[in-house]
């Protein structure tokens, strides 16, 4: 199977985690940091730090070394903080983009609660 890394069209074996295909390849850079653009890698190898994060499908901050390659996929060195590519932004099924379930997950316990999900968190 093949994925596009950076515009480039790799073969890569499926069900491997992203991070270890890039390292077969040769590949060892996966982002830049925000401040100095310092050059960052694969590290803990296990989804604790964010030194593997890339842009994955248009969604920023994947953490490559737990995210199993799909056919298909479409990978990219992520430059700070990464952004959101238009029309990428729906991550629920219910179509909820990723700041409804930023604000799901933390909500604002001042705030007014829109939804029960909210409303169960927040107390």
């Not at 199977?1 to 992203?18: A, Q």
Request: a positive charge.
């Amino acid at each position: 199977m093949t994925v596009k890394v950076d515009g480039k069209t790799l073969r890569v074996r499926e069900g491997l985690p992203i991070a270890a295909e890039l390292l077969a390849h040769g590949i060892k850079i996966h982002r830049y940091t925000t401040r100095f653009k310092e050059p960052r890698g694969i590290f803990c190898a296990v989804g604790r730090c964010t030194d593997c994060v890339m842009t994955v499908d248009g969604v920023p901050n994947v953490r490559t070394c737990i995210t199993p390659v799909k056919q298909g996929m479409t990978i990219e060195t992520q430059r700070g903080l990464g952004e959101w590519r238009i029309g990428q932004r729906d991550l629920g099924a219910d179509g909820e983009t990723g700041s409804d379930i930023a604000a799901w997950r933390h909500p604002n316990p001042k705030s007014e609660a829109r939804n029960p999900k909210q409303i169960r968190m927040a107390k």
